[in-house]
């Protein structure tokens, strides 16, 4: 069993970029197009991969390697996990 505070990585399947661009590390305050916050890319229980609570009105998601909370009302990025998964 892992300490609760131990890093951890999860393997998923191959991710399929909405636009067919390349990786770039986003930043938190940046905004993402809508097609990367659509429900085919969100993280539908956080709590199986140890993520922090998202309110209301945001929504973890999958972009690449990385986990990123997302405000979906306007796409802004509220934070970044990098590396997330491998």
Avoid: M
């Amino acid at each position: 069993e892992l300490a609760p505070d131990s890093p951890v990585a999860f393997h998923l399947s191959f991710y399929y970029d909405p636009f067919g661009w390349g990786y770039r590390p986003y930043e938190i305050g940046w905004r993402l197009w809508p097609s990367y916050y659509s429900s085919r890319y969100w993280i539908n229980d956080p709590w199986e991969y140890r993520l922090p609570y998202a309110p209301p009105g945001y929504r973890w998601i999958r972009y690449y390697d990385d986990a990123i909370l997302i405000d979906t009302w306007d796409g802004q990025i509220v934070d970044v996990i990098y590396n997330f998964f491998w």
